[in-house]
């Protein structure tokens, strides 16, 4: 490994690191059945959370050693108060080239002015339904229209380019989804992207029976709304098509039947300051720790470093012996 404590972030297996998942929050105001139960989960206590100045060293940190795309996730990060401050701090760093946000779009219409005012680049929204009494037996919210005047909202702000959404391909429902999913990609300047349901719900009850694979879902859209490949999103995660006709994209993300972990290129922190070097990771690297009790940036840049280097080849979900992460989806970041 390079003597330079800041150099190129690269894994054990040769991969490069260019891109950060930074979970704000655990704490969400949706209660999703395929992320946590219905009566919430026990959030954790204000100190142990990291301020907008320890997320912005961290990230500053990263930047330098090349990891240059942030993405702001939670739980739901606009639950967060005055997130705005954060992406202000994170704009201001030059290393940091592409700022996003995910959400489930609740809060999106009343923050949006000021989180672009302070430099956010892009946007993706977390929405399963476009049916009210869908969305709310998903989500266990009657929150649909809000999402949606959200969703309108960011149309307005031509620099939120892409806008994505991003609904979890579940058997027995999203196949009644997918044709309206279909038509919001052809008639709005979204990217619809399906992705398949990953064993991260709190609940514990994934199984590969309740997966839809995202070739169903491409078929059954093909069959009414005929789609031409793309390919693969550039340094990302989604094979991409066009609809024959030229009204719009859409897009898909196959974690469990495609697995794509040969070029992953991401990392995680988690509200609690955890590195976790894949999504399934069943161990963490404290940061908070060495951060709080004084380390230098050079300190905390050896510490990721190591971390990195023993990133995992690969996830196991197909295989015999999957351990699933004690943590959920809300808890890591999404």
């Known amino acids: 490994m390079s003597a330079d404590p800041f150099a190129p972030l690269v894994d054990g297996h040769g991969r490069p690191i260019g891109d950060v998942r930074i979970s704000v929050t655990d704490r969400c105001n949706f209660r999703c059945q395929y992320c946590m139960p219905a009566e919430g989960l026990p959030w954790l206590e204000r100190e142990a959370v990291l301020s907008y100045e320890e997320l912005a060293r961290i990230v500053g940190i990263l930047a330098r050693m090349s990891v240059h795309d942030v993405r702001l996730t939670g739980g739901e990060p606009l639950a967060r108060r005055d997130l705005a401050h954060l992406v202000a701090l994170l704009d201001a760093d030059p290393n940091v080239a592409d700022l996003s946000l995910t959400t489930n779009g609740y809060l999106l219409r009343r923050q949006l002015p000021a989180l672009v005012d302070a430099g956010l680049k892009r946007l993706n929204v ?54 309206r999913f279909a038509e919001l990609a052809r008639r709005k300047p979204y990217e619809v992207r399906f992705i398949e ?68 290129n991401r990392i995680r922190l988690t509200a609690d300051g955890r590195l976790r070097t894949c999504l399934f990771s069943l161990n963490e690297t404290d940061l908070r720790g060495p ?12 510490i990721v470093r190591d971390a990195v280097w023993r990133k995992e080849l690969k996830h196991h979900i197909n295989e015999p012996g999957f351990i699933q992460p004690e943590r959920s989806m809300s808890q890591i970041g999404g």
Not at 129 to 149: G, K, N, P, Y
Not at 200 to 224: F, S
Not at 229 to 252: C, H, K, N, V, W
Not at 291 to 302: H, I, K, M, N, Q
């Open 291 to 302: 951060l709080r009790d004084g380390a230098t940036d050079e300190d905390v840049a050896a």
């Open 197 to 264: 349901f990953m064993p991260l719900d709190a609940d514990r009850t994934w199984g590969p029976d309740r997966v839809l694979p995202n070739r169903e879902l491409r078929d059954l859209i093909h069959a009414t709304y005929p789609l031409e490949p793309l390919g693969r999103e550039t340094s990302g995660t989604s094979t991409r098509y066009r609809f024959a006709d030229g009204q719009g994209t859409i897009g898909f993300i196959s974690p469990v039947s495609q697995p794509f972990c040969s070029d992953c």
């Open 126 to 179: 977390s929405l399963d339904s476009l049916a009210r009494d869908r969305f709310f037996e998903l989500t266990r919210r009657d929150a649909l229209e809000e999402v949606l005047a959200g969703l309108e909202a960011a149309e307005a702000y031509p620099q939120l380019r892409p806008i994505k959404v991003n609904a979890v391909a579940l058997r027995d429902f999203t196949e009644d989804e997918a044709l």
